[in-house]
């Protein structure tokens, strides 16, 4: 990996750690061991609250509610990792962001996901497109038209009252042509996922985080099922802007709304 590069203030305050990208970009299992390690140390009080922040090359992670129909078709390897959420893929045009941070016990991990989404979604909101949450799904999301209308109909003039997931619960897109793909979901209009966050807690210190579509190649995500959810697709800057946004241009930004989210607001306890 290098020699990771310190960006932020003095301790007792949020910093950040730019662990590599581009050419730099880092291994997945390379970086777990850092987070690991940065765990341990925060977890002690020897450093304080610290996001990684980086690029990966290509790479599908599972987290622990993975299903194994949601895995690539043709077999490609796969992490298992011991954060929450499902399966997803990392690779050049992604930031990639580990916040390890001390939170008060007992842990509010729903808040802790709000920020980060709040972070994000602001980053979006700078950049000039509108994000939102999507209640009982994680992560950032842009909303697409409602089915069955002319406007959602893609280019290819498929009609989208066949499409089936207006009268199946289940179905495996990958099975269905291109017009289906995750990829495709702006094309087709329909509801689309800017950034994905997965994460996990251990002795009230998180590790893991949150990933950024800025530039990537989001045919990465048609050979699986991301997140596990089957009615909707991916996006990213790029697409959505119709200009090449790089990683470059999205991290100072995604420092800027980080720190004022995370350092404006207290964590609470979680009520019980």
């Given at each position: 990996m290098g020699e990771p590069r310190l960006n932020?203030?003095?301790?007792?305050?949020l910093r950040f750690v730019h662990l590599g990208f581009g050419d730099n970009a880092v291994d997945y299992l390379d970086?777990?061991?850092e987070q690991k390690r940065v765990h341990a140390a925060r977890f002690a009080d020897e450093i304080p609250d610290t996001c990684l922040m980086l690029e990966h090359p290509p790479v599908y992670t599972a987290g622990r509610r993975t299903e194994d129909s949601e895995r690539p078709l043709d077999g490609t390897p796969v992490v298992d990792v011991d954060r929450?959420?499902?399966?997803?893929?990392?690779?050049?045009?992604?930031l990639v962001g580990y916040p390890i941070l001390k939170l008060p016990r007992p842990v509010d991990v729903v808040a802790h996901v709000r920020r980060l989404e709040e972070a994000m979604i602001r980053v979006c909101t700078e950049l000039g497109v509108e994000t939102t949450r999507v209640e009982g799904r994680s992560g950032v999301w842009?909303?697409?038209?409602?089915l069955g209308t002319e406007a959602a109909r893609p280019s290819t003039g498929l009609a989208?009252?066949?499409?089936?997931r207006l009268n199946q619960e289940e179905y495996d897109p990958r099975l269905m042509g291109p017009e289906y793909a995750p990829s495709n979901a702006g094309q087709r209009r329909v509801d689309r996922k800017m950034a994905q966050i997965g994460i996990r807690v251990a002795k009230g210190v998180t590790m893991h985080g949150f990933s950024f579509n800025c530039d990537p190649d989001t045919t990465g995500f048609d050979q699986i099922i991301p997140c596990g959810i089957r009615d909707a697709g991916v996006t990213?800057?790029?697409?959505e802007?119709?200009?090449n946004v790089p990683v470059s241009e999205v991290l100072p930004l995604m420092e800027k709304h980080l720190r004022e989210v995370l350092e404006s607001s207290t964590p609470m306890p979680r009520a019980v």
């Amino acid at each position: 990996m290098g020699e990771p590069r310190l960006n932020g203030p003095a301790d007792g305050e949020l910093r950040f750690v730019h662990l590599g990208f581009g050419d730099n970009a880092v291994d997945y299992l390379d970086a777990w061991q850092e987070q690991k390690r940065v765990h341990a140390a925060r977890f002690a009080d020897e450093i304080p609250d610290t996001c990684l922040m980086l690029e990966h090359p290509p790479v599908y992670t599972a987290g622990r509610r993975t299903e194994d129909s949601e895995r690539p078709l043709d077999g490609t390897p796969v992490v298992d990792v011991d954060r929450g959420g499902k399966i997803t893929w990392h690779g050049p045009g992604q930031l990639v962001g580990y916040p390890i941070l001390k939170l008060p016990r007992p842990v509010d991990v729903v808040a802790h996901v709000r920020r980060l989404e709040e972070a994000m979604i602001r980053v979006c909101t700078e950049l000039g497109v509108e994000t939102t949450r999507v209640e009982g799904r994680s992560g950032v999301w842009v909303l697409g038209d409602d089915l069955g209308t002319e406007a959602a109909r893609p280019s290819t003039g498929l009609a989208l009252d066949f499409d089936p997931r207006l009268n199946q619960e289940e179905y495996d897109p990958r099975l269905m042509g291109p017009e289906y793909a995750p990829s495709n979901a702006g094309q087709r209009r329909v509801d689309r996922k800017m950034a994905q966050i997965g994460i996990r807690v251990a002795k009230g210190v998180t590790m893991h985080g949150f990933s950024f579509n800025c530039d990537p190649d989001t045919t990465g995500f048609d050979q699986i099922i991301p997140c596990g959810i089957r009615d909707a697709g991916v996006t990213s800057l790029s697409e959505e802007l119709g200009r090449n946004v790089p990683v470059s241009e999205v991290l100072p930004l995604m420092e800027k709304h980080l720190r004022e989210v995370l350092e404006s607001s207290t964590p609470m306890p979680r009520a019980v």
